[in-house]
């Protein structure tokens, strides 16, 4: 029996070669979500707006929670509230859905020609279509409530890159756990939503007590809702030397991710 590829530059060229067929599949899992609503491709702005307005209340009212000082207004905490909200969307929606991936695209599974690995991309891609939208939105906001956008805001690839580096190997890994353990799913779920509030998206990372910020700093998400936050909100340039250690940390987990989903896809369809 022929075994899969597992090197990393067969990743890279399977992408790649799929990559038009990667962005059709992206494109209808994305829109196909708001068919037959009435509202259509407009629920992808009212949701992040809604949960936003949401979350600002609680932490803003409620637990008055602050940023910077007491002195800070609602929209610029709603500000830091979102663009950490929007990172973890993206982490979120990826890693929710990965576990049943290929459990949910079992018609594939028994196409042999059919480039399985290519799935992972399009749920990122497809995740990565919302995470633009509530950007967008973002971006707006703040400029009506500030008049203006730092320039920083053209480095946000480069803390998008490793992310999406992460959920892919990830994904892989899931997609595959997912098909031969069913209650994955469930698990997952539990964890990202405890990833979230361990995560800086309601908080920043000084608001850790010292003793935590060493232990705090080994969460995956920190570094990219924080260079997140800095590029978008305070107009910050990255630590690259951090940036550069972090990419290759996520590329390594990305390749891990791919290695495992290679091993284990031969038995996919005695499975399913």
Known sequence: MTKNPISPFYAIQSLWQHRQLILDMAGRDALGKYKG????????????????AIYTFVFSEIFRARWTSASQSKAEFAIALFSGMIMFNLFSEIINRAPTLIVSNANFVKKIVFPLEILACVSL?????????????????????????????????????????????????????????????????????????LSPVFFPLSAIPEKWQGLARLNPMVFPIEMARDVLVWGKTPDWAEWGIYLLMTMVVAWAGFVSFQKTRRGFADVI
């Open 125 to 197: 891609f497809s995740a990565m279509f919302h995470m633009l939208v509530s950007t967008a939105v973002l971006l707006l906001f703040q400029l009506i409530m500030n008049t203006y956008l730092p320039w920083t805001v053209l480095l946000l690839p480069f803390a998008v890159l490793p992310l999406a580096l992460l959920c892919l190997g990830i994904s892989w890994f899931l997609s595959a756990l997912g098909v031969f353990i069913r209650d994955v799913g469930q698990t997952i779920g539990l964890l990202v939503t405890g990833l979230m509030f």
């Open 37 to 52: 609503s009435r509202l259509g491709i407009i629920w992808s702005l009212l949701t992040p707006v809604f949960m936003l």
